[in-house]
């Protein structure tokens, strides 16, 4: 991926196409995830934001956590409608049981505010620790563990409801 990286870098359409491409479910479901219905638009905010900042990449290895970083800005943006919010290899998301289930989930979380959901997706979905979380969201690792503690508790309690 690295060579790709450089290649857009560089100009190259064709190199910028493939990651595009390559990054597009990934960066999908990060988006939907925290953004909800607006995760469309944050997706594609994304995008123009990595197109147009690539240049300024300095170590092309660092090319997903970067991504990653304008992902979870441009959803918690779209998510709250702020302009201003400021953000310091995703795996397979786990098999949810049965479509049910996972329409569930989807309507509990749209129940919680959009940065206990960032908190959830990027400790259990990106599968973070609680440090990287906090160097992300560009917030202290106490701030992190109370918000997680916190996201979880009102996942439970909006569980209980439904």
Not at 10 to 36: H, K, N, Q
Not at 145 to 155: C, D, I, Q, T, Y
Request: glycine share 6%.
């Amino acid at each position: 991926m690295e060579d790709q990286v450089r290649a857009a870098q560089g100009g190259d359409p064709f190199a910028m196409d493939a990651l595009l491409t390559e990054l597009a479910p990934w960066v999908g479901r990060l988006c939907s995830s925290i953004a909800l219905d607006k995760g469309d638009d944050a997706m594609q905010e994304t995008f123009i934001s990595v197109l147009k900042n690539l240049p300024t990449l300095r170590e092309p290895a660092a090319f997903r956590g970067w991504v990653r970083r304008i992902a979870v800005r441009e959803a918690l943006r779209a998510a709250t409608g702020d302009r201003a919010v400021a953000v310091a290899d995703i795996p397979e998301v786990a098999v949810v049981p049965d479509f049910e289930t996972a329409v569930d989930i989807r309507d509990t979380l749209t129940k919680l505010s959009p940065s206990r959901r960032a908190v959830l997706v990027l400790r259990y979905l990106e599968d973070l620790s609680e440090h990287e979380v906090a160097e992300l969201l560009g917030t202290p690792e106490g701030t992190v563990k109370s918000g997680l503690h916190r996201a979880r508790e009102s996942f439970r309690e909006q569980w209980r409801e439904a």
